[in-house]
T-cell receptor
Framework: GENVEQHPSTLSVQEGDSAVIKCTYS??????FPWYKQELGKRPQLIID?????GEKKDQRIAVTLNKTAKHFSLHITETQPEDSAVYFC???????????FGKGTRLHILP | DAGVTQSPTHLIKTRGQQVTLRCSPK?????VSWYQQALGQGPQFIFQ???????QRGNFPDRFSGHQFPNYSSELNVNALLLGDSALYLC?????????FGSGTRLTVV
């Protein structure tokens, strides 16, 4: 069945350094890949997304890359700040009318 | 512009009881999806409603049922509650791509 694997489950980086979270997906028909940030006790919030016709997308300190051949995609956060501490979820979907399948999440700790 | 609103925010039920959770989607959104998020896990897809019909369903038993109303709001019903149903239940609405999530209902089954 459809599955999204996410690694690592926990990541600690020094403030100012970069963080990378990697995901793989099993459904080759997936063509939409959103990333969500969930702070403790709060709702997941969409931070960036990428469609399959694009290999990379950047928004300020956040970037996502997609390799459709290998079926993996990654989130890159540069110049990390304390407010980046949260749980990050990758997800995959076939598109507008389809469900979104989430990974298990990565708990990111930004160390002072 | 109101986002996705869910009620109640917290709920405690006894094993075997039934529960109804409610969701009002973001203005203009016509599709509502429900997710179950156990502690420390990613959201698990329960089902999706569009035009008052269940369009897709995840791997959840028939004890989980739902409904969508003409104004696009939705309900999630769970019968014969089990201890394992304790979780955060998230509602998400969408129009095109990209969900907007509500704050969720924290259900505790004792």
């Amino acid at each position: 069945g459809e599955n999204v694997e996410q690694h690592p489950s926990t990541l600690s980086v020094q403030e100012g350094d970069s963080a990378v979270i990697k995901c793989t997906y099993s459904d080759s028909a997936s063509n939409y890949f959103p990333w969500y940030k969930q702070e403790l006790g709060k709702r997941p919030q969409l931070i960036i997304d990428i469609r399959s016709n694009v290999g990379e997308k950047k928004d300020q300190r956040i970037a996502v890359t997609l390799n459709k051949t290998a079926k993996h995609f990654s989130l890159h956060i540069t110049e990390t700040q304390p407010e980046d501490s949260a749980v990050y979820f990758c997800a995959a979907s076939r598109g507008r009318d389809d469900k979104i399948i989430f990974g298990k999440g990565t708990r990111l700790h930004i160390l002072p | 512009d109101a986002g996705v609103t869910q009620s109640p925010t917290h709920l405690i039920k006894t094993r075997g009881q039934q529960v109804t959770l409610r969701c009002s989607p973001k203005s203009g959104h016509d599709t509502v999806s429900w997710y179950q998020q156990a502690l420390g896990q990613g959201p698990q897809f329960i089902f999706q409603y569009y035009e008052e019909e269940e369009r897709q369903r995840g791997n959840f038993p028939d004890r989980f049922s739902g409904h969508q109303f003409p104004n696009y709001s939705s309900e999630l019903n769970v019968n014969a509650l089990l201890l394992g149903d304790s979780a955060l239940y998230l509602c998400a609405s969408s129009l095109e791509l990209g969900y907007t999530f509500g704050s969720g209902t924290r259900l505790t089954v004792v």
